[in-house]
Antibody
Framework: EVQLVASGGGLVQPGGSLRLSCAASGFSFSSYWMTWVRQAPGKGLEWVAY????????DYADSVKGRFTISRDNAKNSLYLQMNSLRAEDTAVYYC???????????WGQGTLVTVSS | EIVLTQSPATLSLSPGERATLSCGAS???????LAWYQQKPGLAPRLLIYDSSFRATGIPDRFSGSGSGTDFTLTISRLEPEDFAVYYC?????????FGQGTKVEIK
């Protein structure tokens, strides 16, 4: 059974940093591109970043470019999102998801809430 | 950036009725690479339809997707109580990947 378990969310002050993790199981993690998607309270879905199978390609939404870094450790079946210079508008539930060719998200983690507030 | 506009914002229907949800794209979606997701309160989205018209694993056949180019439709042939939720379309034919703003299907 495919499982994605996101963790690492919490309350952080504006300008602070947080690192999210996503533990994958039930599939060959190194064979899939992975992505982070976020959802602000009461709002819709927003793509944040994706990363290639071997970590050699990354891309980011303009809203997070230069502040967030996506990475992965295939030996640990884990996906990460390092978030720096956090702003109030980054407050959201962050979901990790698996990408199936040619690009849809077929499995999602349960999400982890990030709150940026003083 | 491809902007997706979903209509209506809210659809009020009774169980057993047919639901038709629309997703319009600001430019043609390459490969008709469009997906539909269902989201219930407090839960992660769930993939329903990919590549415009293919049902994901385990999705009942009352869900169907159609369309091409800039106009796409999700149809639920007969609403079951568990189908009342928010539905999002997403395109993956261009970068950045974008989502529509969602259609809420509520019980009338």
């Amino acid at each position: 059974e495919v499982q994605l378990v996101a963790s690492g969310g919490g309350l952080v002050q504006p300008g602070g940093s947080l690192r999210l993790s996503c533990a994958a199981s039930g599939f060959s993690f190194s064979s899939y591109w992975m992505t982070w998607v976020r959802q602000a309270p009461g709002k819709g879905l927003e793509w944040v970043a994706y990363i290639k199978r071997d970590g050699s390609v990354e891309d980011y939404a303009d809203s997070v470019k230069g502040r967030f870094t996506i990475s992965r450790d295939n030996a640990k079946n884990s996906l990460y999102l390092q978030m720096n210079s956090l702003r109030a508008e980054d407050t959201a539930v962050y979901y990790c998801a698996r990408i199936s060719v040619p690009g849809y998200y077929d499995y999602w983690g349960q999400g982890t809430l990030v709150t940026v507030s003083s | 950036e491809i902007v997706l506009t979903q209509s209506p914002a809210t659809l009020s229907l009774s169980p057993g009725e047919r639901a038709t949800l629309s997703c319009g794209a600001s430019q043609s979606v390459s490969g008709n690479y469009l997906a539909w997701y269902q989201q219930k309160p407090g839960l992660a989205p769930r993939l329903l339809i990919y590549d415009s018209s293919f049902r994901a694993t385990g999705i009942p056949d009352r869900f169907s997707g159609s369309g091409s180019g800039t106009d796409f439709t999700l149809t639920i042939s007969r609403l079951e109580p568990e189908d009342f939720a928010v539905y999002y379309c997403q395109q993956y034919g261009g970068t950045p990947r974008t989502f529509g703003q969602g259609t809420k299907v509520e019980i009338k």
